[in-house]
């Protein structure tokens, strides 16, 4: 084990696996403390999406820290924050008017849940059973992981964890059982709904339909069931679009977004709501007002970054990138689609993945062999069980993309 006294996330220490360390990072590019050039095939875990050390977002931060570093923002305000809360609200499902800060994916959605009861409670009906998503992943704190899948990785945690309802996954041919499924646990009565849309990232990257997706949402919609979705992953044009939502032509009751609402640079977190959620919790009554902060809500720096990246996709042809990387994925996944080893390919919009002989669990041992193998070739590659996927920034150039897919093949032949 290594004398660094760093305990890190989601990494058994007990490999002894080394643990490289960066010291630079451009466009899709890591540079190691040892010279080596690592390409960055899944966005630092889902977050870069304009590309590692962006010009005008690491600007924005330099020239926010040393102007208002950081304000409380209980009745408090500042410029970035309104800036970003007007740009969402321009892009945004209309329907959506106002916006919550916190700091990460896991807040966004703990801030939704406490939405969700909040609006129930101050309207006078006793709905609290939240409807989740076979396979789902939310995140790792308490109330995340009780909407989350069930699994090794919580196990030590389940006597802290509430009690959910669990709609199955709408696998192939399987959708109409979904449908059942959550049709009668909204009648039922539910407080609200949350799932990720078109893609469980986390769970498998596993995909679903469109079409699914907007039957999901009337569902509850006909129910009043309040639906979250949680796009902390596939919001900011992940699945080709800039919300999943947009493509079953969806507005949810309550959305959350983080991961790219930076860029990718510093950690921040929204989570919009619907104008009922809000104007439930407000009265003469100081008993009602929404019980939620932490102290470095709507940071100010943080805040610029996300404004600097709402100019980028103002003013930059980012949907143009997104349609050309979703194509250069779709056809460099399909130069696999013969090895016998690979298995269910799937692509949707920037995100490809396939699966390395048969399911294994989470915690197998192909995982690790795989991570090791791919860190060797310089790629950083994370894979879930035996599912390999791909998750570049938008940035990434064709040699960068045709050799992350010729080290996937050649782990396909000796892994
Ligand atoms: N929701 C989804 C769909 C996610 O993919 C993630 C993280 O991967 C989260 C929530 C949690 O986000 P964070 O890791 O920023 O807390």
Redesign the pocket.
Known sequence: MSSSPIWHPFTQHGLGDPIPEVVRAEGAALITAEGRRVIDAISS??VTTHGHAHPRIAAAIAEQAARLDQIIFAGWTHEPAETVATGLRAIMPAELTRVFFSD??????EVALKMALGYWLHRGEARHRILVLEH??????IG?MSVGARGAFNRAYEPLLFDVETIPFPGDGCEQATLDALERACSAGAAAFIA?PLIL??GGMLTYSPRTLREMHAICARHGVLFIA?????GWGRTGTLLACDQAEIAPDIL?L??GLTGGAI?L?VTMAREPIFAAHYAEDRARMFFHSSSYTANPIACAAAAANLAIWREEPVSDRIADLSRRQGAALASLSDHPRASNLRHLGTIAALDIGAAEGYLSDLAPRLLRFFREQDVLLRPLGNTVYVMPPYCIGNDDLARIYRIIGRALDEV
């Open positions: 875990w889902w990460s994916g896991s807040t966004s959605v789902g992943y939310h995140g790792d704190t995340a990720e990232g986390a949680d796009e902390v992953m596939t959350c983080s991961k950690p977190a």
